[in-house]
């Protein structure tokens, strides 16, 4: 049975170890870009129940099938627009929301999953609550799919690491969208090196990550 538990849990760590970190402890590690955005310009909350992270982890030796995804939730966040652009935003999610999307029709494994991801062996909830993505630089794109380039801080377990993502952003009618790329993560960067015996399949240290916020201006 916790051969079977590893099997299931060791994807979907690593793909939500991207957000991990506690809001009450400073950061453990540190290589975070210098901050060039200020909060000069109108103020915007983030709608919690319309933003999500979605995540996806791997295993190398085995089938597609065997990947996990799932969702993390948003706790609080901010935003900043100026002159109708985006101008700053820090999103800080919460890693007890932390769940999987393809197991949601087993309560009982997905209880398991849920509760080995928050574990020591992974994310340590406890001592490590939430993650964040604080946003440094806000570049416009000219080429491709992506109207945007996001240069930012994420912090997962107490370390931080400059991250860029591309990203879908939206100024309208009183409301901000930033809808990122699916971005590769290395979990172990951040502190997330659990391995489940060979076996039961070599886990990627690769996990995907999609950042998917609203924010809705103060009145």
């Not at 820090?90 to 928050?118: C, I, P, R, Y």
Request: charged share 30%; with cysteine.
């Amino acid at each position: 049975m916790r051969k079977k538990l590893f099997s299931l849990a060791i994807p979907a760590l690593f793909l939500a170890a991207v957000m991990v970190s506690c809001k009450k402890d400073k950061p453990v590690t540190s290589e975070s870009n210098e901050v060039a955005t200020t909060k000069d310009g109108n103020q915007y909350t983030l709608d919690t129940l319309n933003s999500k992270v979605e995540w996806k982890g791997y295993k190398v030796f085995k089938s597609e099938s065997t990947s996990h995804f799932g969702t993390i939730k948003f706790e609080s966040g901010d935003v900043t627009v100026k002159d109708g652009k985006l101008e700053s935003g820090k999103f800080v999610a919460d890693m007890n929301s932390l769940t999987s999307v393809d197991l949601k029709d087993d309560a009982e494994q997905l209880g398991k999953l849920n509760g080995h991801l928050k574990s020591g062996d992974f994310f340590e909830v406890e001592k490590f609550p939430t993650a964040s993505f604080e946003v440094t630089k806000v570049t416009p794109a000219t080429e491709g799919d992506y109207n945007t380039l996001l240069d930012g801080n994420l912090t997962i377990k107490g370390i931080s690491k400059p991250v860029q993502f591309k990203a879908n952003v939206s100024v309208k009618d009183g409301e901000v969208s930033v809808a990122t790329e699916p971005k590769d993560i290395k979990r172990e960067e951040f502190g997330v090196k659990f391995q489940a015996p060979a076996e039961n399949g070599v886990i990627k240290d690769e996990v995907t990550l999609q950042i998917n916020v609203k924010a809705l201006e103060k009145k």
